[in-house]
């Protein structure tokens, strides 16, 4: 199964890159990951990012994952949502997307 993997910051940016991660996954058949990057945590953050369980959440992070959820669902392709413990959200990403246990294509 192929994964591609689309920022969730709840910028408006965020939203234009949902609409290509959606049109990218629908010629591919790929399913949407979205990656939350919460930078409140630890220093030991800074070289292993733990996913976060989502009953930790915070209600702006369940809004974000909603707002991505309910547009790609809608388009009926298939989606997750990952909120990393993170160091900085640019490393964050480029991590996961860069770990080849995560499949990001």
């Known amino acids: 199964m192929k994964q591609i993997m689309v920022w969730l910051d709840g910028s408006k940016n965020f939203l234009r890159g949902m609409n290509e991660g959606i049109k990218l996954a629908k ?3 790929a399913v ?11 220093i030991f953050t800074a070289v292993h990012s733990p996913k976060i369980k989502e009953e930790e959440w915070t209600n702006e992070v369940k809004g974000i994952r909603y707002t991505a959820r309910k547009k790609v669902e809608q388009k009926g392709i298939d989606f ?5 413990a993170g160091h900085t959200a640019g490393y964050d990403l480029v991590t996961f997307g860069n ?5 990001i294509d």
């Open 32 to 42: 949407i990951v979205g990656i939350h990057s919460f930078t409140r945590h630890e």
């Open 99 to 103: 770990n080849p246990k995560n499949k």
């Open 80 to 84: 997750e949502a990952v909120v990393l």
């Open 27 to 29: 010629i591919s058949n």
